[in-house]
């Protein structure tokens, strides 16, 4: 089992920047992706950015690109979220996702409890 914990949400006023992290632990032999993914109230959860394998391939969604920047910190198995220029629709609850094998190899899906990052004007 992998245990995801969030950090870095809170209050922002528009055209702030917020950066949020993620810690993943617990049985992980190989992360193979890292992601933030948002949900806004009454909308579907979507993904913000991913980053991808052992070269650390990027994407990112259209309306954070340029904005946002998503890295990670191999060694502590952490993902970070940098947000500039926050607009009033980055308002959601913005959960980690994490890719992973165990030691026997099983590949596993695991979601942060969420954090809500909320911009104002």
């Known amino acids: 089992q992998v245990q995801l914990v969030e950090s870095g949400g809170g209050l922002v006023q528009a055209g702030g920047s917020l950066r949020l992290s993620c810690a993943a632990s617990g049985r992980i032999f190989r992360i193979v992706a890292m992601a933030w993914y948002r949900q806004a109230p009454g909308n579907q959860r979507e993904l913000v950015a991913a980053?991808?394998?052992?070269?650390?391939?990027?994407n990112y969604a259209d309306s954070v690109k340029c904005r946002f920047t998503i890295s990670r910190d191999n060694a502590k198995n952490t993902v970070y979220l940098q947000m500039n220029s926050r607009r009033l629709e980055d308002t959601a609850v913005y959960y980690c996702?994490?890719?992973?094998?165990?030691?026997?190899?099983?590949?596993?899906?695991?979601w942060g409890q969420g954090t809500q990052v909320t911009v104002s004007s």
């Open positions: 980053i991808i394998g052992n070269d650390g391939t990027t």
């Open positions: 996702n994490v890719q992973s094998r165990d030691y026997g190899l099983r590949w596993g899906d695991y």
